[in-house]
């Protein structure tokens, strides 16, 4: 049996339970193809399914959905970027040597050298062809944050010269968000911290919140639409006005209102876009897969610009 390098992780806890690991190469179904991955993303999934770090009440339902002492699938990682060098018979989209890029959902198993995946979108998984233009970590950037941004965007229904706000916007979700509501037409306030007011800027927002100066609040505005790209768990005054400034017709909403859909139609589009260089993913830094543990440990301080990438080939 042929061998792989991958990083699992031994037991819920800190970023020190991932061991790097030989596995056997997984051998892909009559509907699977198998992928040669060269690049992963350390997201926040990736550090809740690790970490397990939920309140008690939740802890026991999550354990038995997600494994006891540690996850059932101990390889993690959701997001890849590689090559597809093996098909199955029934694979009808792609071909050997087709560089793809997509989320393995519910299936996790991107901290490897390998990983099987069906054509289809599921929940475990969806993949596309990769855009040709941007590196395989830029890939995963794409395919996480515009999966994110782009279902959520959506939802606002943007029309030209509408004001939106997306607060959150230097996290790889974030980042996207602003470059593809300006694509929309959207006269775009992004919302970060001061550090990272030049990165926003160079994404196309026309204004710029800093949530961490008081000031900010009284230069809010009345929105057509705002999307809080980091999520429920992080929060400041900044954004507790803006929701409550968000009465009627306008509509907030948050990265968290509902489940991410695995769409192979919009990773197209992502690509589409990509290519056209209308969006530009953001890495902040790349790991190799080695790293692991200091790539989780770095995600987990929540200041990144953008993704974190684990380079694995
Ligand atoms: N719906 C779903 O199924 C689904 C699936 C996956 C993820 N998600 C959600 O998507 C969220 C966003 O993920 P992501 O990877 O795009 O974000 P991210 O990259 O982790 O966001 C990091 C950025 O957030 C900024 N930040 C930190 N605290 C902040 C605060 N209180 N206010 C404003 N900005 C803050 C940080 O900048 P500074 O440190 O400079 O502030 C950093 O640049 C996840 O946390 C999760 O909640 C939802």
Redesign the pocket.
Known sequence: MERMKAAVCTRYGPPEVFKIVERGVPVPKDDEVLIKIFAASV???DIFIRSSDVPLRLRIPMRIMMGITRPRNDILGEVLSGEIVKVGPGIKRFHVGDQVFGLTGFSLGAYADYKCMKEAASRKGCIALKPSNISHGDATSAA??GL?AFQFLEEGHIQPREKVLI??A?????TIAVQYAKHLGAEVTG???A??IDLVRSLGADKILD?NDRDSISRLEAYDFVLD????????EL?KACKALMTGKHKFVS??????ILSYDRLVHIRELVEAGIIKPITDRCFPLEQIIEAHRY?ER??????VAIIVN
């Not at 790209?229 to 400041?236: I, L, Q, W, Y």
């Not at 990265?255 to 991410?260: A, E, K, R, V, Y």
Request: net charge positive.
């Open positions: 997201t926040n999934s996480y944050g994110l607060y959150g230097s996290g790889t979700s974030g919302v970060c911290s550090e990272k949530y790209s980091v999520g429920k768990a992080r929060t400041s954004k990265i968290d209102d509902g489940p991410l995600v929540g200041h990144k610009s953008g993704n």
